[in-house]
């Protein structure tokens, strides 16, 4: 039975290894046999037994570096906090001491598994204030729609693979990280890299689609379905999985309003708030599609959005490809040469650099070409005072930018509103209540990238 230490203070027989004179006034339990429950009815008169747990700060399905602050009473969360700062990197601060179009390289690399959404967001912004929004080529926002989703299938299929991992169905994320290495694949064929791209420029992208990308993506399209299938006969079905993930961190839709949670979150409690519908961009409103939902606000439901989502994407993937067929050869950069980087680049015939022909084209057209050419470079263009903000339907929620200018070459401020941020301040409400063992799963469920947040 449990023995508190006597009221003369002498203190009771420990085992600990600690000298007598270091235990008076300590409470000190013994057991023997099966008395839990006796010791801990006494922990609970005494209002002195408080166990915290730190899960972290380490990568528990959350892309980065989170700390977690649990008190938990047996098995069950009674307070669920989260610590974050551990990847800081100040990106927003260090792009105002870089020009306008270096800013992409450094806004590219906040949410790593999303970054053509940062480009693209931070580029919008950037043409607004230069009032140069409608000048943007058709075919430069058809592309930049083709490599938004594009990265957002790649993204989603990084949140089915690691969530799977998570629960142990090592196979799960097998599969979904081989489709995710044919996105990335033509993601790489159209920019050069398979992450943290540096493509979307202001005033268009930095260099046309390659001549057979069309027939390239429906092929790997095609494959990604069929790997789909496979996710959702693991899946969907799966007693263990719904076991883990059914009536589990559960969201409402006025808890989302209140926080500010946005994206697929939002989406499973049964509003279809998407930036892509409510507010379009590059085009969005002339494409056909659908904006999937749920009700049930919780962790299946949020992963039954984000795969009706790839599918929705895959759809604008396709549309994407059949505008890129009608616009063969039109421009993808801005015309105004003070703005625009030179776009319709060819490499050389060792695939990289570029191609005598190309340098001579650039370097032989003017005296006055070539010093504006190198000014712009080195210097930047000037973005006349004022300040814009500008949305996108990110892949993990509403993903904004607020830019302020002072009339110079490199921006003011720079702020971004990652989602990843707001939504995990769900971290408590969905916690909270619940067992230990849902912890990992509820938080994969927000599907937070650190980079992001802690940008």
């Known amino acids: 039975m449990s023995t508190p230490t006597p009221p003369d203070g002498t203190p009771a027989h420990s085992t600990t290894g600690l000298h007598d004179d270091d235990m008076v006034g ?5 057991s023997v046999g099966d008395d839990w429950s006796d010791i801990a009815a006494e922990a609970a008169r005494l209002g002195e037994e408080r166990i915290v747990v730190n899960m972290g700060p380490q990568h528990p399905s959350t892309h980065g570096v989170l700390r977690l602050m649990l008190e938990i009473d047996g098995e069950t969360v009674t307070e669920a906090r989260a610590g974050i700062g551990y990847l800081h990197s100040g990106i927003e601060k ?3 001491y870089r020009t306008w179009a270096q800013g992409v390289t450094l806004c590219t690399r906040m949410d790593y598994l999303g970054p053509l959404f940062q480009e693209s967001a931070y580029c919008l912004a950037v043409e607004k204030l230069l009032d140069v929004a409608d000048d943007v080529p058709e075919r430069a926002s058809v592309i930049r729609v083709l490599v938004m989703e594009l990265n957002r299938i ?15 169905a090592t196979t799960v994320m097998m599969l979904a990280f081989e489709a995710r ?21 202001p005033g268009g992208v930095a260099q046309d689609v390659p001549a057979d990308i069309v027939t390239y993506v ?28 059914k009536e589990t961190g559960y969201l409402s839709m006025a808890a989302c309003m209140a926080l ?16 892509r519908k409510t507010e379009p961009y590059c085009g969005y409103e002339t494409y056909d599609f659908d904006i999937p939902t749920a009700t049930e606000g919780d962790n299946y439901a949020r992963m039954m ?31 105004d040469k003070k703005i625009g980087w030179p776009a319709q680049m060819s490499v050389g015939p060792d695939g990289q650099g570029q191609s005598p022909e190309n340098v001579k084209r650039i370097l032989g057209t003017s005296m006055e070409g070539l ?32 830019v302020v200018s002072d009339g110079g070459t490199k921006p003011y401020r720079a702020h971004f509103r990652d989602p990843s941020f707001n939504n995990l301040q769900a971290t408590a409400v969905i916690c909270e209540g619940g067992q230990v063992a849902d912890v990992v799963v509820s938080v994969a469920s927000i599907d937070p990238v650190l980079g992001g947040v802690d940008r």
């Not at 959005?305 to 950069?333: F, K, N």
């Open 154 to 168: 790649s993204s989603h299929l990084v949140f089915l693979g690691t969530g799977g991992n998570e629960m142990g």
């Open 260 to 275: 500010g949670v946005t994206g697929p979150l939002l989406r499973a409690t049964g509003l279809p708030y998407d930036v």
């Open 218 to 245: 429906r092929s790997k399209v095609a494959n990604v379905r069929k790997y789909m299938r496979g996710l959702e006969d693991l899946m969907l079905e799966n007693p263990i999985l719904k076991l883990r993930m």
């Open 371 to 402: 010093v504006h050419h190198f000014k712009l470079v080195t210097e930047g263009f000037r973005v006349p005072p004022g300040q814009v903000w500008q949305t996108i339907e990110h892949a993990r929620g509403t993903m904004g930018v607020h």
């Open 26 to 30: 300590i409470p000190i339990y013994e």
């Open 94 to 96: 260090t792009m105002e």
């Open 305 to 335: 959005v984000r795969i009706e989502e790839l599918y929705q994407s895959l759809l604008l993937v396709e549309q994407a490809c059949d505008r890129l067929e009608a616009t063969v050869g039109a421009p993808v950069m801005i015309e």
């Open 181 to 201: 290495e044919d996105v990335l694949k033509v993601l790489e064929a159209i920019t050069g890299l398979r992450m943290n791209h540096g493509y979307v420029r």
